[in-house]
């Protein structure tokens, strides 16, 4: 089986050497490792795609991921001429991804690398897609400011709400989805919220969500990248258009 991993990057010059010393061992000790379902992963994909970046990510990428010969893994490279957002970088990396199961992850390595075969462990038969959960009674958080920590566990609460009440978190980025989940569910945010439009429009449909609970960790090197007003308007937007769906007063679109 092949798996892909998209790793969307904005200004990240300063975590690369991290990503790479954190990651490449990672990337190793998972060719050979056996699924819940049975399957061998034989080959892995890495695609990063640079977000308009001006502080030279992509080039400092390049060079430092063309170094590593690692067989059978591969490195592909994407770029936006200007930066549009978290949710138009992961749509990037799906039209450029060829692996039956898809890993998104931060490039920063708040959820650490060394977990995504504990991730993929949860993606049992059945099972589409595995979201990390620090919220989950058995994840946690560390270190991480306590007033990014209450807006995005507080949207989680609104989401609990109204999707299902037994996820607990519904704001990560690190996630396993089969391709089938990506190549069906349509989503139209450019922001932070994508990944969280991506996940709740696969639940309304049926297909199995399933938490990993998880451990956050902030950021080493540089600052988030997250706008917080333009996201906590796009996550109340899509709220609201959540709740008139959920009361059948229109169809979801956003």
Request: hydrophobic content about 40%; overall charge positive; some cysteine.
């Amino acid at each position: 089986m092949k798996i892909s991993i998209v790793v969307p990057c904005y200004n990240e010059v300063e975590n690369i050497y991290k990503l790479e010393t954190e990651l490449i061992p990672v990337l190793r000790d998972m060719i050979g490792l056996n699924l819940p379902d049975g399957a061998k992963i034989t080959e892995i994909e890495v695609v990063f795609v640079d977000d308009g970046s001006g502080d030279g990510t992509l080039d400092a990428m390049k060079s430092t991921f063309h170094k590593s010969k690692i067989e059978p893994v591969s490195f592909i490279f994407k770029r936006h001429e200007r930066n549009q957002g978290l949710g138009a970088a992961l749509r990037t990396g799906f039209r450029a991804v060829t692996g039956e199961i898809v890993v998104t992850t931060d490039s920063d390595g708040t959820y650490h690398y060394s977990t995504i075969p504990s991730l993929l462990g949860y993606l049992n038969s059945g099972v589409h897609v595995v979201t990390a959960s620090p919220y989950h009674p058995r994840g946690e958080v560390v270190g991480v400011p306590a007033y990014r920590i209450f807006l995005s566990r507080g949207s989680s609460l609104l989401y609990r709400i109204l999707i299902n009440w037994r996820i607990h978190t519904y704001t990560a980025l690190f996630r396993a989805y089969r391709k089938e989940v990506i190549n069906q569910i349509e989503f139209y945010a450019n922001d932070y919220l994508g990944a969280t439009e991506l996940m709740v429009k696969a639940m309304l449909m049926g297909y199995q969500v399933v938490e990993y609970p998880a451990a956050l960790h902030r950021r080493v090197f540089g600052v988030s990248k997250a706008k917080l007003l333009r996201t906590i308007f796009s996550h109340l937007h899509f709220l609201f258009a959540l709740l008139l769906h959920r009361l059948s007063v229109q169809p979801l679109v956003k």
